[in-house]
């Protein structure tokens, strides 16, 4: 008696932010929110962290409303297992610019910093949310950094001129499984020192040593108005 059966192949598409331009407060739903199609795991995840989100999209739809200027980090996140599986998680947070970050760029104006120093990634496992006056993670990590060193990222200005972008991988080379819910960007690589630009808070993201990567696209865009 011949066996037989049957076998179903399920492709799910990989859905990728849209990079160095503005969002539209659509795609910004879209890219950040559950929604049909997506796997399971990355729903689940979207959906855990909609607070997050949401904590910086209303901002910016009643500054973009009000035709107000205005500036906003914007997270996307990616996560490489060790097994070959590539998870886009997406549009992770729309926050915060801190008053030491701005500080920093006025003091580049007078070249006593150089800007360009602002591409150093922190990743940290704090829970508190994000606020302007946080001069650094809540709880970032240090020897779990391969080099013990946070990850260098680029330095680049996005398809639209008022968008500088930065891309970074975390690659942990200790620590086990680590819960990944915030990130940062630094005037430099070394860990308990330097001056932060903006601070994301997102749902915990498991990543572990020596076999995941996480990889952080920041963009912080600087809206014109008046």
Do not use: C
């Not at 492709?11 to 879209?30: D, T």
Request: aromatic letters at 10%; zero cysteines; a neutral charge.
């Amino acid at each position: 008696m011949a066996l037989g059966g049957t076998l179903k192949i399920k492709r799910i598409k990989r859905q990728r932010v849209p990079s160095g331009r503005e969002l539209s407060i659509w795609e910004m739903l879209k890219y950040g929110f559950p929604h049909f199609g997506l796997s399971r795991e990355v729903a689940l995840w979207r959906f855990k962290n909609i607070p997050n989100l949401w904590r910086g999209l209303w901002r910016i739809a009643l500054a973009r409303f009000f035709g107000l200027p205005h500036f906003y980090g914007q997270l996307v996140l990616t996560v490489f297992r060790g097994n070959g599986q590539v998870v886009d998680l997406g549009l992770a947070s729309l926050r915060v610019i801190t008053t030491t970050g701005v500080n920093y760029i006025v003091d580049a104006f007078q070249n006593s910093v150089e800007v360009e120093n602002m591409k150093f990634h922190g990743f940290g496992t704090g829970s508190g949310a994000e606020a302007v006056g946080n001069t650094a993670l809540g709880t970032e990590l240090t020897t779990q950094y391969a080099g013990d060193v946070r990850p260098t990222g680029t330095t680049e200005e996005g398809a639209s001129a008022n968008i500088y972008k930065t891309v970074a991988t975390l690659t942990p080379d200790s620590g086990g499984t680590i819960q990944v819910t915030e990130h940062g960007i630094f005037s430099q690589a070394a860990t308990g020192g330097g001056t932060m630009l903006d601070r994301d808070l997102f749902t915990a993201v498991p990543i572990v040593a020596g076999s995941d990567s996480l990889q952080a696209d920041e963009q912080i865009t600087f809206a014109a108005g008046g």
